[in-house]
């Protein structure tokens, strides 16, 4: 647990001290966001038809982006290596750094979701529901990347190639994501969209840090 | 030459049933072709570096190694 | 039984015999097939002959499914038990189960038209049939990323597992999905009971398509493992060249 | 007393054989010093003795034991150096090593002091670790040896990039830790002359491919 802790602190002050990581994918995401009035046409209807979608889906890409640094830099210099070495078993470092990368892209996303949502007109009943699933979905949108984030270490083309492997496997998050929130707009129960959302966090937390070490036990030999 | 005329038509649906089976085909053949020729290709070359002659290529392919042998 | 086939000789032994064999039944399946189809079918009563598209269309659409399994258990045996024929397998699988994958959306949106009219419709089965594309694609894509052969063999078999504890969700999600947003009944595909005289011809092609893929995959595994020899002559070159 | 062995030890990189029916054998207080040609494998063996590398045949065992039978423990026991410093910019030197002193389970209050004046480079503590040069670097890799909780150094190339009054330094841990019961395996181009050390040469153990494709042909 100590061996938990002491990543966790390590990459939260990393992500603090030179990153602008935060920033830039909150910018991102409000720029994706903001490109679909501009695309699509302001008309407030449309807007707010279209709403959940593309709030989940920017997000989306905002955490894919962010993805491809999770174990890229201590990959490089070694660290990596290092703590798989260490007496923490390599799931555990995923599951540590996996939730530094969380609370340093994936809370700020969540914050910066509410606002959008009023830009793009989007019907106040949703607000708590969006919140509420994308706290349950970004986090599994984290360890699924981190399994693709450990399997194109060291390949040639990795950020484009991550995209490809792990796009398909966020549709589901995608999906319920979405549902739950356009259940709520339309006044029906939200309860089997969260209720999936929950299941499909509570099975990536348990099978990904295992195909992540995996990833990364192949990636370091 | 009516039936033959009437079959292709396929009772006016000629442009999808058509289109389909040479997609199927074509697409399977060139498969076929690619993964036949990839092995043709890399039996002509195992056979050049392990046949009888296979001695006469390997000096061809390394002149280097006849000329300065201590490196 | 596992190991038997693991010794990479015994499998080009085995193949050589077994090649010509699939190649000649997967022509006379899909001869007999043809005909029965094309010629000895009748046409569907509400489809008419576009009818005739599902001949094509369903075995490649059943073999997108077959290959991705087959890919999946083979990265599987190659991840866990260190089979090296097992990892030749899973790799000469992907571009099979992809051309099959791009078949059955291609044919499917070739029968939509005429019968939906429409060539696409985010329907549950398509649009989880374009997924699975994605996955053999990405599978493709991570498999020959890598300047060590062997890391791309890995990490890929890892992403196969992976994709394959995932496409029953997907699938799931996909139709779940879609209930939400278009009834389902405008979409029928599978209309009434097929018809005895329709079912041979399918079946004799879905055991084409499945020989096919028996045929081309041991092309491409000879040819993997050939090239594989073909590297270890080389080296031995390189290091008489350096002695 | 504990004893590090290596057996018949195979290793393949990607498909290529670099050294076959490899022993080794490590006492308390040992120092084995592996040297060989270029591609040998000299790297590839730490990996192996590190656990980063599965061996392709072979075993090694620690006091007996098959080491693959309990990891956990075998990374609780050792502290390997590669050729990268895995030195993070940002963090100040004695943040880099009061993570791993963290890591490792040992009290960073009280193991990073002595460690960095070890390597005599206490007085960089507070520094942000950019502002270090390649040697000093080097040096904040090498204070990790100083934490104290391994039996088992790993040693890739230690030298490279010291200067003579750290290669002494270095000696001196080595010594010590050896003294204490630990043992260390080190991998060298300059010697860095240890006392009672066994060579390992790995060139006497080097597979050619021909060999290697006849015994596959004959298998």
Request: charged share 15%.
């Amino acid at each position: 647990m100590t061996g938990f802790r002491a990543i966790l602190e390590r990459d939260l002050r990393l992500a603090l001290r030179q990153g602008m990581d935060s920033v830039m994918v909150v910018m991102f995401f409000v720029i994706a966001v903001v490109l679909f009035p501009l695309g699509v046409g302001p008309e407030p209807n449309t807007l707010a038809r279209i709403a959940p979608g593309v709030l989940w889906v920017a997000a989306l890409l905002s955490v894919l982006l962010s993805l491809e640094r999770l174990f890229h830099n201590d990959f490089e210099d070694g660290s990596l290596e290092l703590m798989a070495l260490s007496p923490p078993s390599l799931e555990v470092v995923v599951l540590a750094k996996v939730l530094a990368h969380w609370l340093v892209t994936g809370l700020p996303l969540i914050i910066a979701a509410p606002v959008l949502a009023i830009l793009m007109n989007m019907p106040a009943d949703g607000f708590a529901l969006l919140i509420l699933a994308l706290l349950l979905g970004t986090p599994a949108l984290s360890l699924i990347g981190a399994v693709g984030a450990a399997l194109v270490l060291g390949s040639r083309r990795g950020g484009v190639l991550l995209a490809l492997l792990i796009l398909p496997l966020f549709i589901p998050v995608l999906i319920f994501g979405v549902g739950a929130v356009e259940a709520a707009i339309g006044g029906f129960p939200a309860r089997a969209p969260l209720l999936l959302l929950g299941a499909i966090f509570a099975a990536t937390l348990a099978l990904c840090p295992w195909g992540a070490a995996a990833g990364l036990r192949q990636a370091l030999e | 030459m009516d039936t033959i005329s009437k079959f292709l038509e396929m009772g006016g649906y000629a442009g999808y049933v058509w289109p389909s089976y040479l997609a199927v085909f074509g697409l399977l053949g060139v498969l076929l072709w690619l993964s036949l020729r990839g092995l043709k290709a890399a039996e002509t070359d195992l056979a050049q570096l392990e046949g009888p002659d296979g001695k006469a290529a390997r000096r061809q392919a390394s002149p280097a190694a006849d000329g300065a042998p201590d490196t | 039984m596992l190991n038997y086939f693991a010794n990479p000789r015994r499998f080009m032994k085995l193949s050589g015999i077994l090649t010509p064999w699939m190649a000649g039944a997967t022509l006379i399946l899909a001869g007999a097939g043809l005909y029965l189809g094309l010629f000895a079918s009748p046409a569907d009563y509400q489809q008419g002959e576009t009818v005739r598209i599902m001949y094509v269309h369903v075995p490649a659409a059943w073999m997108a499914l077959f290959c991705y399994t087959g890919l999946a258990i083979s990265a599987a045996v190659g991840l866990i038990w260190k089979h090296p024929v097992a990892d030749v397998a899973a790799r000469a699988s992907a571009p099979i189960g992809a051309c099959f994958t791009f078949l059955a959306l291609f044919t499917g949106a070739l029968w939509g038209k005429p019968m939906w009219g429409t060539w696409w419709v985010w329907d549950a089965r398509l649009t989880s049939m374009l997924v699975l594309f994605f996955l053999y694609l990405g599978y493709m894509a991570l498999n020959s990323a890598f300047d060590d052969p062997q890391r791309g063999t890995k990490a890929s078999a890892i992403l196969a597992m992976v994709g394959f504890v995932n496409v029953p969700i997907i699938k799931f999600s996909v139709d779940w999905w879609n209930t939400l947003h278009q009834p389902a009944s405008i979409l029928r595909m599978d209309g009434p009971t097929i018809h005895p005289d329709m079912l041979w011809p399918l079946f004799l092609m879905i055991g084409a398509a499945t020989t096919y893929y028996l045929w081309v995959l041991m092309l491409r595994m000879r040819r993997d493992l050939t090239e594989g020899r073909v590297r270890a002559r080389r080296q031995i070159q390189a290091e008489e060249a350096g002695a | 007393m504990d004893q590090f062995k290596g057996a018949s030890l195979d290793c393949l990189r990607s498909t290529r054989p670099v050294f076959r029916g490899l022993d080794f054998d490590l006492p308390a207080g040992g120092a084995l010093v592996l040297t060989g040609p270029n591609g040998s494998g000299k790297s590839s063996l730490l990996r192996l003795m590190a656990g980063l590398l599965p061996p392709a045949g072979g075993t090694l065992s620690w006091n007996g034991e098959p080491v693959a039978e309990d990891p956990d423990a075998h990374r609780a026991r050792l502290a390997y150096l590669g050729h990268l410093d895995a030195v993070k910019p940002a963090l100040t030197a004695a943040e880099n090593l009061a993570f791993w002193a963290q890591l490792e389970g040992a009290d960073p209050a009280t193991a990073v002091g002595p460690a960095l004046d070890a390597l005599a480079i206490g007085h960089l503590a507070d520094l942000p670790a950019r502002f270090l040069s390649a040697g000093q670097k080097r040096r904040l890799n090498l204070a990790r040896l100083g934490l104290g909780k391994a039996v088992l150094w790993l040693l890739d190339e230690p030298a490279t990039a010291l200067d003579v009054e750290t290669i002494s330094r270095l000696r001196d841990l080595i010594h010590r830790h050896r003294d204490g019961g630990g043992m260390v395996a080190v991998s060298t181009h300059s010697d860095l002359e240890l006392k009672d050390a066994v060579n390992l040469d790995l060139g006497q153990y080097t597979v050619s491919a021909a060999r290697a494709a006849a015994e596959e042909t004959a298998a």
